[in-house]
């Protein structure tokens, strides 16, 4: 069964950087693309980045461009989120999405805070 475990959050200061990762099996990695996203309290979930496949392209939200980087490492079945110049706004349960067979697999979320 598909499985995404995330790692690498924690609390963190204004400006400081976090690397998140999500560990994936049961299904095919490098055939898909893969996606983080992020729930702040209060608010609804939202696309945070995304990845292809093999990795030839991404996508930012706009609040994060600039700032953030997903990459993915397919012989690991890893994908990553290199969060740099954290602001507080960024706190937020981050979770590592994969869009396989139709369906939407979730990991269990990692909690980002940024505070001082």
């Known amino acids: 069964q598909v499985q995404l475990v995330e790692s690498g959050g924690g609390l963190v200061q204004p400006g400081g950087s976090l690397r998140l990762s999500c560990a994936a099996s049961g299904f095919t990695f490098s055939s898909y693309a893969m996606s983080w996203y992020r729930q702040a309290p209060g608010k609804e979930r939202e696309l945070v980045a995304a990845i292809t496949s093999a990795g030839g392209s991404t996508n930012y939200a706009d609040s994060v461009k600039g700032r953030f980087t997903i990459s993915r490492d397919n012989a690991q079945n890893t994908v990553y989120l290199q969060m740099n110049s954290l602001k507080p706004e960024d706190t937020a349960v981050y979770y590592c999405?994969?869009?396989?067979?139709?369906?939407?697999?979730w990991g269990q979320g990692t909690q980002v805070t940024v505070s001082s």
């Open positions: 999405n994969a869009f396989v067979e139709l369906l939407h697999f």
